[in-house]
């Protein structure tokens, strides 16, 4: 026997321990521990516990983002309408001056012909300058009476008219593109 086969007591390995230290050599000379099962087993659970939460946390990026997407849509409408409307607090502090032009012209009338042109000037222009803006006139004289644009005063028996037209316009109405300013208000046929 050679000198290294020749092993004492103390230097002897059990089966048991042979397989829990084993290194086995790979083709590219990479060593290669062997786990045991309950490493194994150890393993995939972690992986599991990692897929879970990372399957969790898309989930919450997903709901996150849509978040986003939808608060920055909202945001655009927001500011599309305030672009929209920017006029409305405008128009409707200004509608009590223009009715005022209104009736001054009509008080004037043959009186002053050229106070009640210069007026009139005046009148147009700044409707004009509404109308520049979206804000429309609502003269329903003669039309048909609607809750959405008009605001019922009174009702009155005309003849010769067909019930719920509208008779009578005591104050026009304004509108800023599709919303009322102020309603015009009205007499209405029975």
């Known amino acids: 026997m050679a000198k290294e086969d020749v092993m004492t007591e103390n230097e002897k390995i059990t089966p048991e321990e042979e397989i829990k230290t084993e290194e086995v050599k790979e083709e590219h000379g990479h060593k290669k521990h062997r786990h045991s099962k309950e490493e194994f087993e ?3 659970l972690k992986i599991s516990e990692l897929e879970g939460e990372n399957k969790k946390l898309q989930n919450e990026y997903f709901k996150a983002y849509a978040d986003t997407q939808n608060l920055r849509k909202r945001l655009e409408t927001d500011f599309e309408a305030r672009q929209k409307y920017r006029i409305q607090s405008f128009a409707v502090d200004i ?6 032009l209104e009736r001054a012209m009509l008080a004037l009338g043959s009186v002053d012909e050229n106070t009640a042109k210069g007026v009139e000037m ?4 700044l ?7 979206g804000v429309e006139v609502i003269d329903p004289q003669g039309q048909t009476f609607d809750s959405n644009f008009h605001q019922g005063l009174s009702t009155e028996v005309v003849e010769g008219v067909e019930p719920n037209q509208v008779v009578q316009v005591f104050q026009k109405g304004y509108k800023l593109k599709d919303r ?4 015009a208000l009205v007499k209405v046929s029975e």
Do not use: G, S, T, Y
């Open 122 to 125: 005046v009148f147009n222009q």
């Open 127 to 133: 409707i004009n300058a509404l109308k520049k803006e």
């Open 42 to 44: 150890k393993l995939e």
């Open 180 to 183: 009322i300013l102020r309603p």
């Open 95 to 100: 509608l009590p001056a223009i009715d005022n």
